[in-house]
């Protein structure tokens, strides 16, 4: 039995076989499998369980095995993504701003940079350096980061 479109799910484009722990399970045997990875992808690890044990009642062994090895691939990339460092923790605007290594020191007669020196106690340092390293940065790359964003915080919250 189908239940086409259930209270959880309003805007659910697909026909759902049941709900489970809050989640609508999509009857896989209903859509085609060119878009299984895409809306296994969006669901939660046990919206995909619960999805291949449908086709497993429903006797299809050969997309039941399917879908574990889509769960299985996209449980890996996600494992991939949480452990980037990038990703897991530098939020994006800090990457955004990241300035080059390497900042040119005059255009014409000016200055192109201003160099700024900051003290801070070891501590601070070892936890700069821990940081910096944890994003794949030095630890001036992420200073830098951390001074810009912060400025452009400030000013877009003060300048009309």
């Known amino acids: 039995m189908t239940i086409e479109n259930p209270a959880p799910a309003p805007d659910a ?9 809050g989640e609508p399970v999509p009857d896989l045997a209903a859509i085609p499998r ?6 296994l992808r969006a669901m939660s690890p046990g919206g995909r369980e619960a999805a291949s044990r ?14 574990l090895v889509l769960a299985a691939e996209i449980a890996d990339d996600e494992r991939m993504e949480r452990s980037d460092p990038r990703r897991r923790f530098a939020p994006p ?9 390497t900042p040119p020191r005059r255009i014409g ?14 501590h601070a340092s070892r936890r700069l350096d821990r940081a910096a390293t ?11 980061s951390l ?14």
């Open 13 to 21: 484009d697909y026909p759902i076989v049941t709900i489970s722990s």
């Open 34 to 39: 060119a878009q299984w990875r895409a809306l």
């Open 54 to 67: 449908v086709l497993a009642a429903g006797g299809d062994h050969q997309a039941h095995f399917e879908v």
């Open 93 to 101: 605007e800090v990457l955004a701003a990241r300035a080059p290594r």
């Open 109 to 122: 007669r000016r200055r192109a940079s201003v160099q700024l020196n900051v003290a801070i106690t070891p």
């Open 134 to 144: 944890h994003l794949g940065l030095t630890r001036t790359e992420l200073a830098r």
């Open 147 to 160: 001074i810009l964003t912060g400025v452009q915080r400030i000013l877009a919250v003060t300048d009309p």
